[in-house]
């Protein structure tokens, strides 16, 4: 890493229009050429109108009240414009679906330097999308383009200008897991064989540990620290107050008294290993029994079951492209059902044909005693609630309030007030029920759209994806609201590439592949299963992964249940 | 109420933007896709313009003649022609209607067929010309000749919006449709049911208006970042863009052919004269 800065920020300070406060305070802070900087903090903490910073849409585009100075490449950003800029720093949103404006990837690649008139834009075209891995998608549509291509798409369109800096934001947050590695992978590659500089602003630790060489948290819009990887890592307690928890392996080993900050599973287990031979830390039968399910089962209520279901949608070319393909699946009362599988997989067709909204080609789907070609989509509406990935599609009316009352006031259901008012209560929105769902932060939003699917008191309850663009924090809201819910419906089926819910709140998993139930078991019985994991792409918990590298048997699921399988021996003691 | 829903492949919301994607990006190719982008505007042109000349009712019906051949051709979608032959139909029951009611005779007809023919040759032509330029062939085209550059842009731009809009009008539909319960009593010919529907899609523009606008942010601040705006200051983009474009045989071959065609349709008009008294 040479020393010199690429991202110079002094006494930087910056309102938006019309806002009450500064959204950055004076910011100082050196970013240094051939970093891998992940920008962390809370939501609202500024991280991104920082990143906007070096790019000069702040304050080029967005001219509020700007401060201090920010140097690009040498470049003061004050005195440059967003054009000229986008030759150092390269930006790549997080909605980074809107930031596609051609039709083709090889155009949407080229837009930027044939905006710019360069002669060679064809050499910097076929030079981008090869460095974004995506030569062979040159001539696709980009809506043809599934979640990740498309990300790499955006991230060939900034490539395209040679920047010296790349900026992107929350790549995690709209992309399954193996295409959060794969575009991971590609900056990681970027960076280290190109010399380019990367700014990512990242929730998730594990990510952190495993790419970034600096962390920088964000706190009220002022940098707190900017520190090594290894050593912010080790700042738990700090990251974990600013809505970072520490990826479970650190967790786990301060929780055993083990010293260290691994950045895998694998480095961990080889730090629990030396303190075991050390004879710090001995193996213990589990002292607490894993969550099993322990009542006897008695004859559950089917509440939804699909019996060789097969369904596909039309391409443009005109051919039927098969989703779902011969499919069984009983679904009873009391099950917490996770339903996993990568993109393109079927999860959320499979839902909405659970739900009615759509029927099946062939096969039959049976919700809650209804085959659901007997029945129009709004009365099977009454008995299966689907909550879509994306919360902003639901919100129909100017309130959150309104929305909820939309269902139940149209059915006539007697003092909808009183219902609304409870619901809306126990998703702890109350304060915010007459505001646009649009304008709440990403976790409220989701438990607006749970307020929704209350409302209409159904058997079943479908959610898509609920904690995706989620903060850490937000996310275990989500998932301590869906636990507390399991009284009030008869089974909830939740779509996710998130294996911490799976972990915490799931009682049953079906994982599907090429539209079939490649396996339906529990989470435990999942993560222990290598064949499954590796065709659906999974990838378990990292305290799953290091109890499979211990060997643990029961598998721990969570922290606590990996402390016990061990005791501490304290210090001094022989073992 | 007994029902038997099945998944319907034509005349759903699926279809329709499918539809409008295969229409936008000419993917059913055809005559007039593989050739050069301004000699297909200059193509519409003649094809559009040709009719304005006359008021022979031959030449009119030959134009008329030549101009479905060429939808043909093009090999227009079901939904655009669906669309077109609907409004032609239309057309025509309003204009017998409107002559009969206002004590007019046939020769009103007559005269009001005429434009109405010139229209439907207007519309074939625009049906076969666009239908076979994608929107970066029209861009290119019309910063060719010279039209402003946020012009061609939002051409282009336009069309990548259109399936995502389709998109956000289904699912706010969809979200009423499941949530809101339609009227209990239909109503004379069901009128309770159209009026609820009317009503609506008028309230689904509020969430589809909001949902896109917020989309579109992101998209700007990338335009700027992208030298869309530097582009429209600094000619070399466009020098680069409209490189490109090159006039080969074929172009030429359908320009001649159709101006030999419409100067055969004002042959037959002057041969076989056919005018309203």
Known sequence: ?575 | MSVARVQRDVLSVEWVKLELIRTAYATRGGLFAGMDPRAVVGWYAAMALAPWFTHNLTTVACLFVVAAAAVVLARVGPLVLGLFVIGLVLELVYLALAATLFGGDLTAVVALLEVTAKLGVLSLASLAAFVSLDPEKLSDALLALRFPPAVAFAVSYGYRMMPILVEEFATVMEGYRLRQLPPQQRGLLGWRVVVHWAVVAVKAFYPIFLNTAKSVRTTVEALEARGFTFATIDPRGRAIRIGSLRLGPLDLAVLAVTAALVAGCYAAGAQWPLHRS
């Open chain 1, 1 to 575: 890493m040479r020393d010199d800065p690429v991202v110079e920020a002094v006494d930087l300070s910056f309102r938006y229009p019309g806002a009450d406060a500064d959204t950055l305070r004076d910011v100082d802070l050196t970013i240094r050429r051939g970093d891998f900087v992940a920008v962390v903090g809370g939501n609202g903490s500024g991280k991104t109108t920082l990143c906007k910073t070096f790019n000069g849409l702040v304050p080029h585009y967005w001219s509020g009240e700007f401060a201090g100075a920010v140097h690009v490449a040498g470049t003061d950003t004050w005195e440059s414009s967003v054009a000229r800029l986008s030759s150092s720093v390269g930006y790549v949103y997080q909605d980074f679906q809107n930031q596609l404006v051609r039709p083709t990837v090889r155009d949407e690649v080229a837009f930027g330097p044939v905006n710019f008139g360069l002669a060679d834009h064809a050499e910097r075209t076929q030079e981008a999308l090869e460095k974004a891995g995506i030569a062979h998608l040159a001539d696709r549509f980009v809506w043809q383009l599934s979640g990740g291509q498309a990300h790499l798409t955006a991230l060939a369109s900034v490539l395209a200008l040679r920047p010296e800096v790349v900026v992107v934001d929350e790549p995690v947050a709209e992309l399954d897991p193996a295409a959060a590695v794969e575009v991971y992978e590609r900056l990681s590659e970027l960076h280290r064989e190109h010399g380019v500089t990367v700014v990512t602003i990242e929730h998730h630790a594990e990510f952190i540990a495993r790419y970034a060489s600096s962390v920088l948290l964000m706190s009220d819009g002022a940098p707190v620290w900017h520190l090594p990887t290894a050593e912010a890592l080790a700042r738990a307690g700090e990251l974990a107050e600013h809505g970072i928890p520490a990826p479970q392996v650190v967790e786990a080993l301060a929780r055993l008294g083990v010293e260290g900050v691994p950045r895998s599973p694998a480095e961990a287990a080889a730090l629990v290993r030396t303190a075991e031979s050390r004879g710090a830390l001995r193996r213990s039968g589990p002292r607490t029994e894993p969550r099993t399910r322990t009542t006897p089962a008695p004859p559950a209520r089917a509440v939804a079951a699909a019996r060789g279901v097969s369904h596909g949608y039309r391409s443009v070319g005109g051919d039927l492209q098969p989703v779902i393909d011969d499919l069984h699946l009983e679904l009873l009362e009391g099950d917490r059902v996770a339903l996993v599988g990568g993109n393109g997989a079927g999860k959320t067709t499979l839902m909405r044909l659970l739900a009615g909204i759509q029927v099946p080609r062939s096969g039959t789907v049976v919700l809650d005693g209804v085959d659901t070609r007997t029945e129009r989509p709004h009365r099977l509406a009454e008995r299966a609630a689907y909550l879509t990935q994306r919360p902003e599609r639901m919100f129909l009316k100017a309130s959150v309030r309104e929305d909820v009352e939309l269902f139940p006031r149209s059915r006539g259901v007697p003092d909808v007030d009183a219902l609304v008012d409870r619901i809306l209560d126990r998703v702890r929105l109350t304060a915010f029920a007459d505001r646009d769902g649009r304008t709440l932060s990403g976790g409220q939003q989701r438990r607006a759209t749970l307020a929704i699917g209350l409302a209409m008191r159904p058997a079943l309850l479908l959610l898509d994806e609920p904690t995706a663009s989620l903060d850490v924090g937000s996310r275990d809201d989500v998932i301590a609201m869906l636990a507390e819910l399991s009284g009030s419906i008869a089974c909830t089926v939740v779509a996710t590439h998130d294996m911490h819910l799976v972990a915490e709140w799931a009682t049953r998993v079906v994982v599907l592949d090429g539209g079939h139930v490649l396996a339906d078991t529990t989470p435990r019985a999942l993560f222990a299963d290598p064949d499954v994991l590796a065709r659906a792409h999974l990838v378990p918990p990292q305290v799953a992964q290091l109890g499979t590298e211990l060997g643990l048997d029961p598998l721990p699921l969570t922290v606590a249940e990996l402390a016990a399988h061990f005791t501490t021996v304290p210090l001094g003691v022989p073992a």
